[in-house]
Nanobody, 121 residues
Framework: QVQLVESGGGLVQAGGSPRLSCAAS????????MGWYRQAPGKQRELVAT???????NYADSLNGRSTISRDNAKNTVYLQMNSLKPEDTAVYYC???????????????WGQGTQVTVSS
């Protein structure tokens, strides 16, 4: 059993810089790529950024260079530092992780429950 728990969301003023965290726990053997996605009301879920176990990052255009993804492998945690947020960044932010569990037999992608980020103007 694996769980991903996000934190750090909430109400943010325009221009704010919240930091989201997502901690994975459970019967984890190895975590591969971790990522952040977001889903605004009435829109499809979209990629924000991903980071491999070796630290290579990939960013989508969704936050236009206003975010930094990082991870702490010792803590099984991925972070998303967001800067200069705008009202249109309001969304539920989800983390996901590709995880090989102790029992195997394959790598499975797990999702967190999401954390709401609301940006007020």
């Amino acid at each position: 059993q694996v769980q991903l728990v996000e934190s750090g969301g909430g109400l943010v003023q325009a221009g704010g810089s919240p930091r989201l965290s997502c901690a994975a726990s459970g019967s984890i053997s190895r975590i591969y790529t971790m990522g952040w996605y977001r889903q605004a009301p009435g829109k499809q879920r979209e990629l924000v950024a991903t980071i491999t176990s070796g630290g290579s990052t990939n960013y989508a255009d969704s936050l236009n260079g206003r975010s930094t993804i990082s991870r702490d492998n010792a803590k099984n945690t991925v972070y998303l530092q967001m800067n200069s947020l705008k009202p249109e960044d309001t969304a539920v932010y989800y983390c996901n992780s590709a995880i090989y569990t102790d029992g195997g037999p394959a790598v499975v992608t797990y999702w967190g429950q999401g954390t709401q980020v609301t940006v007020s103007s």
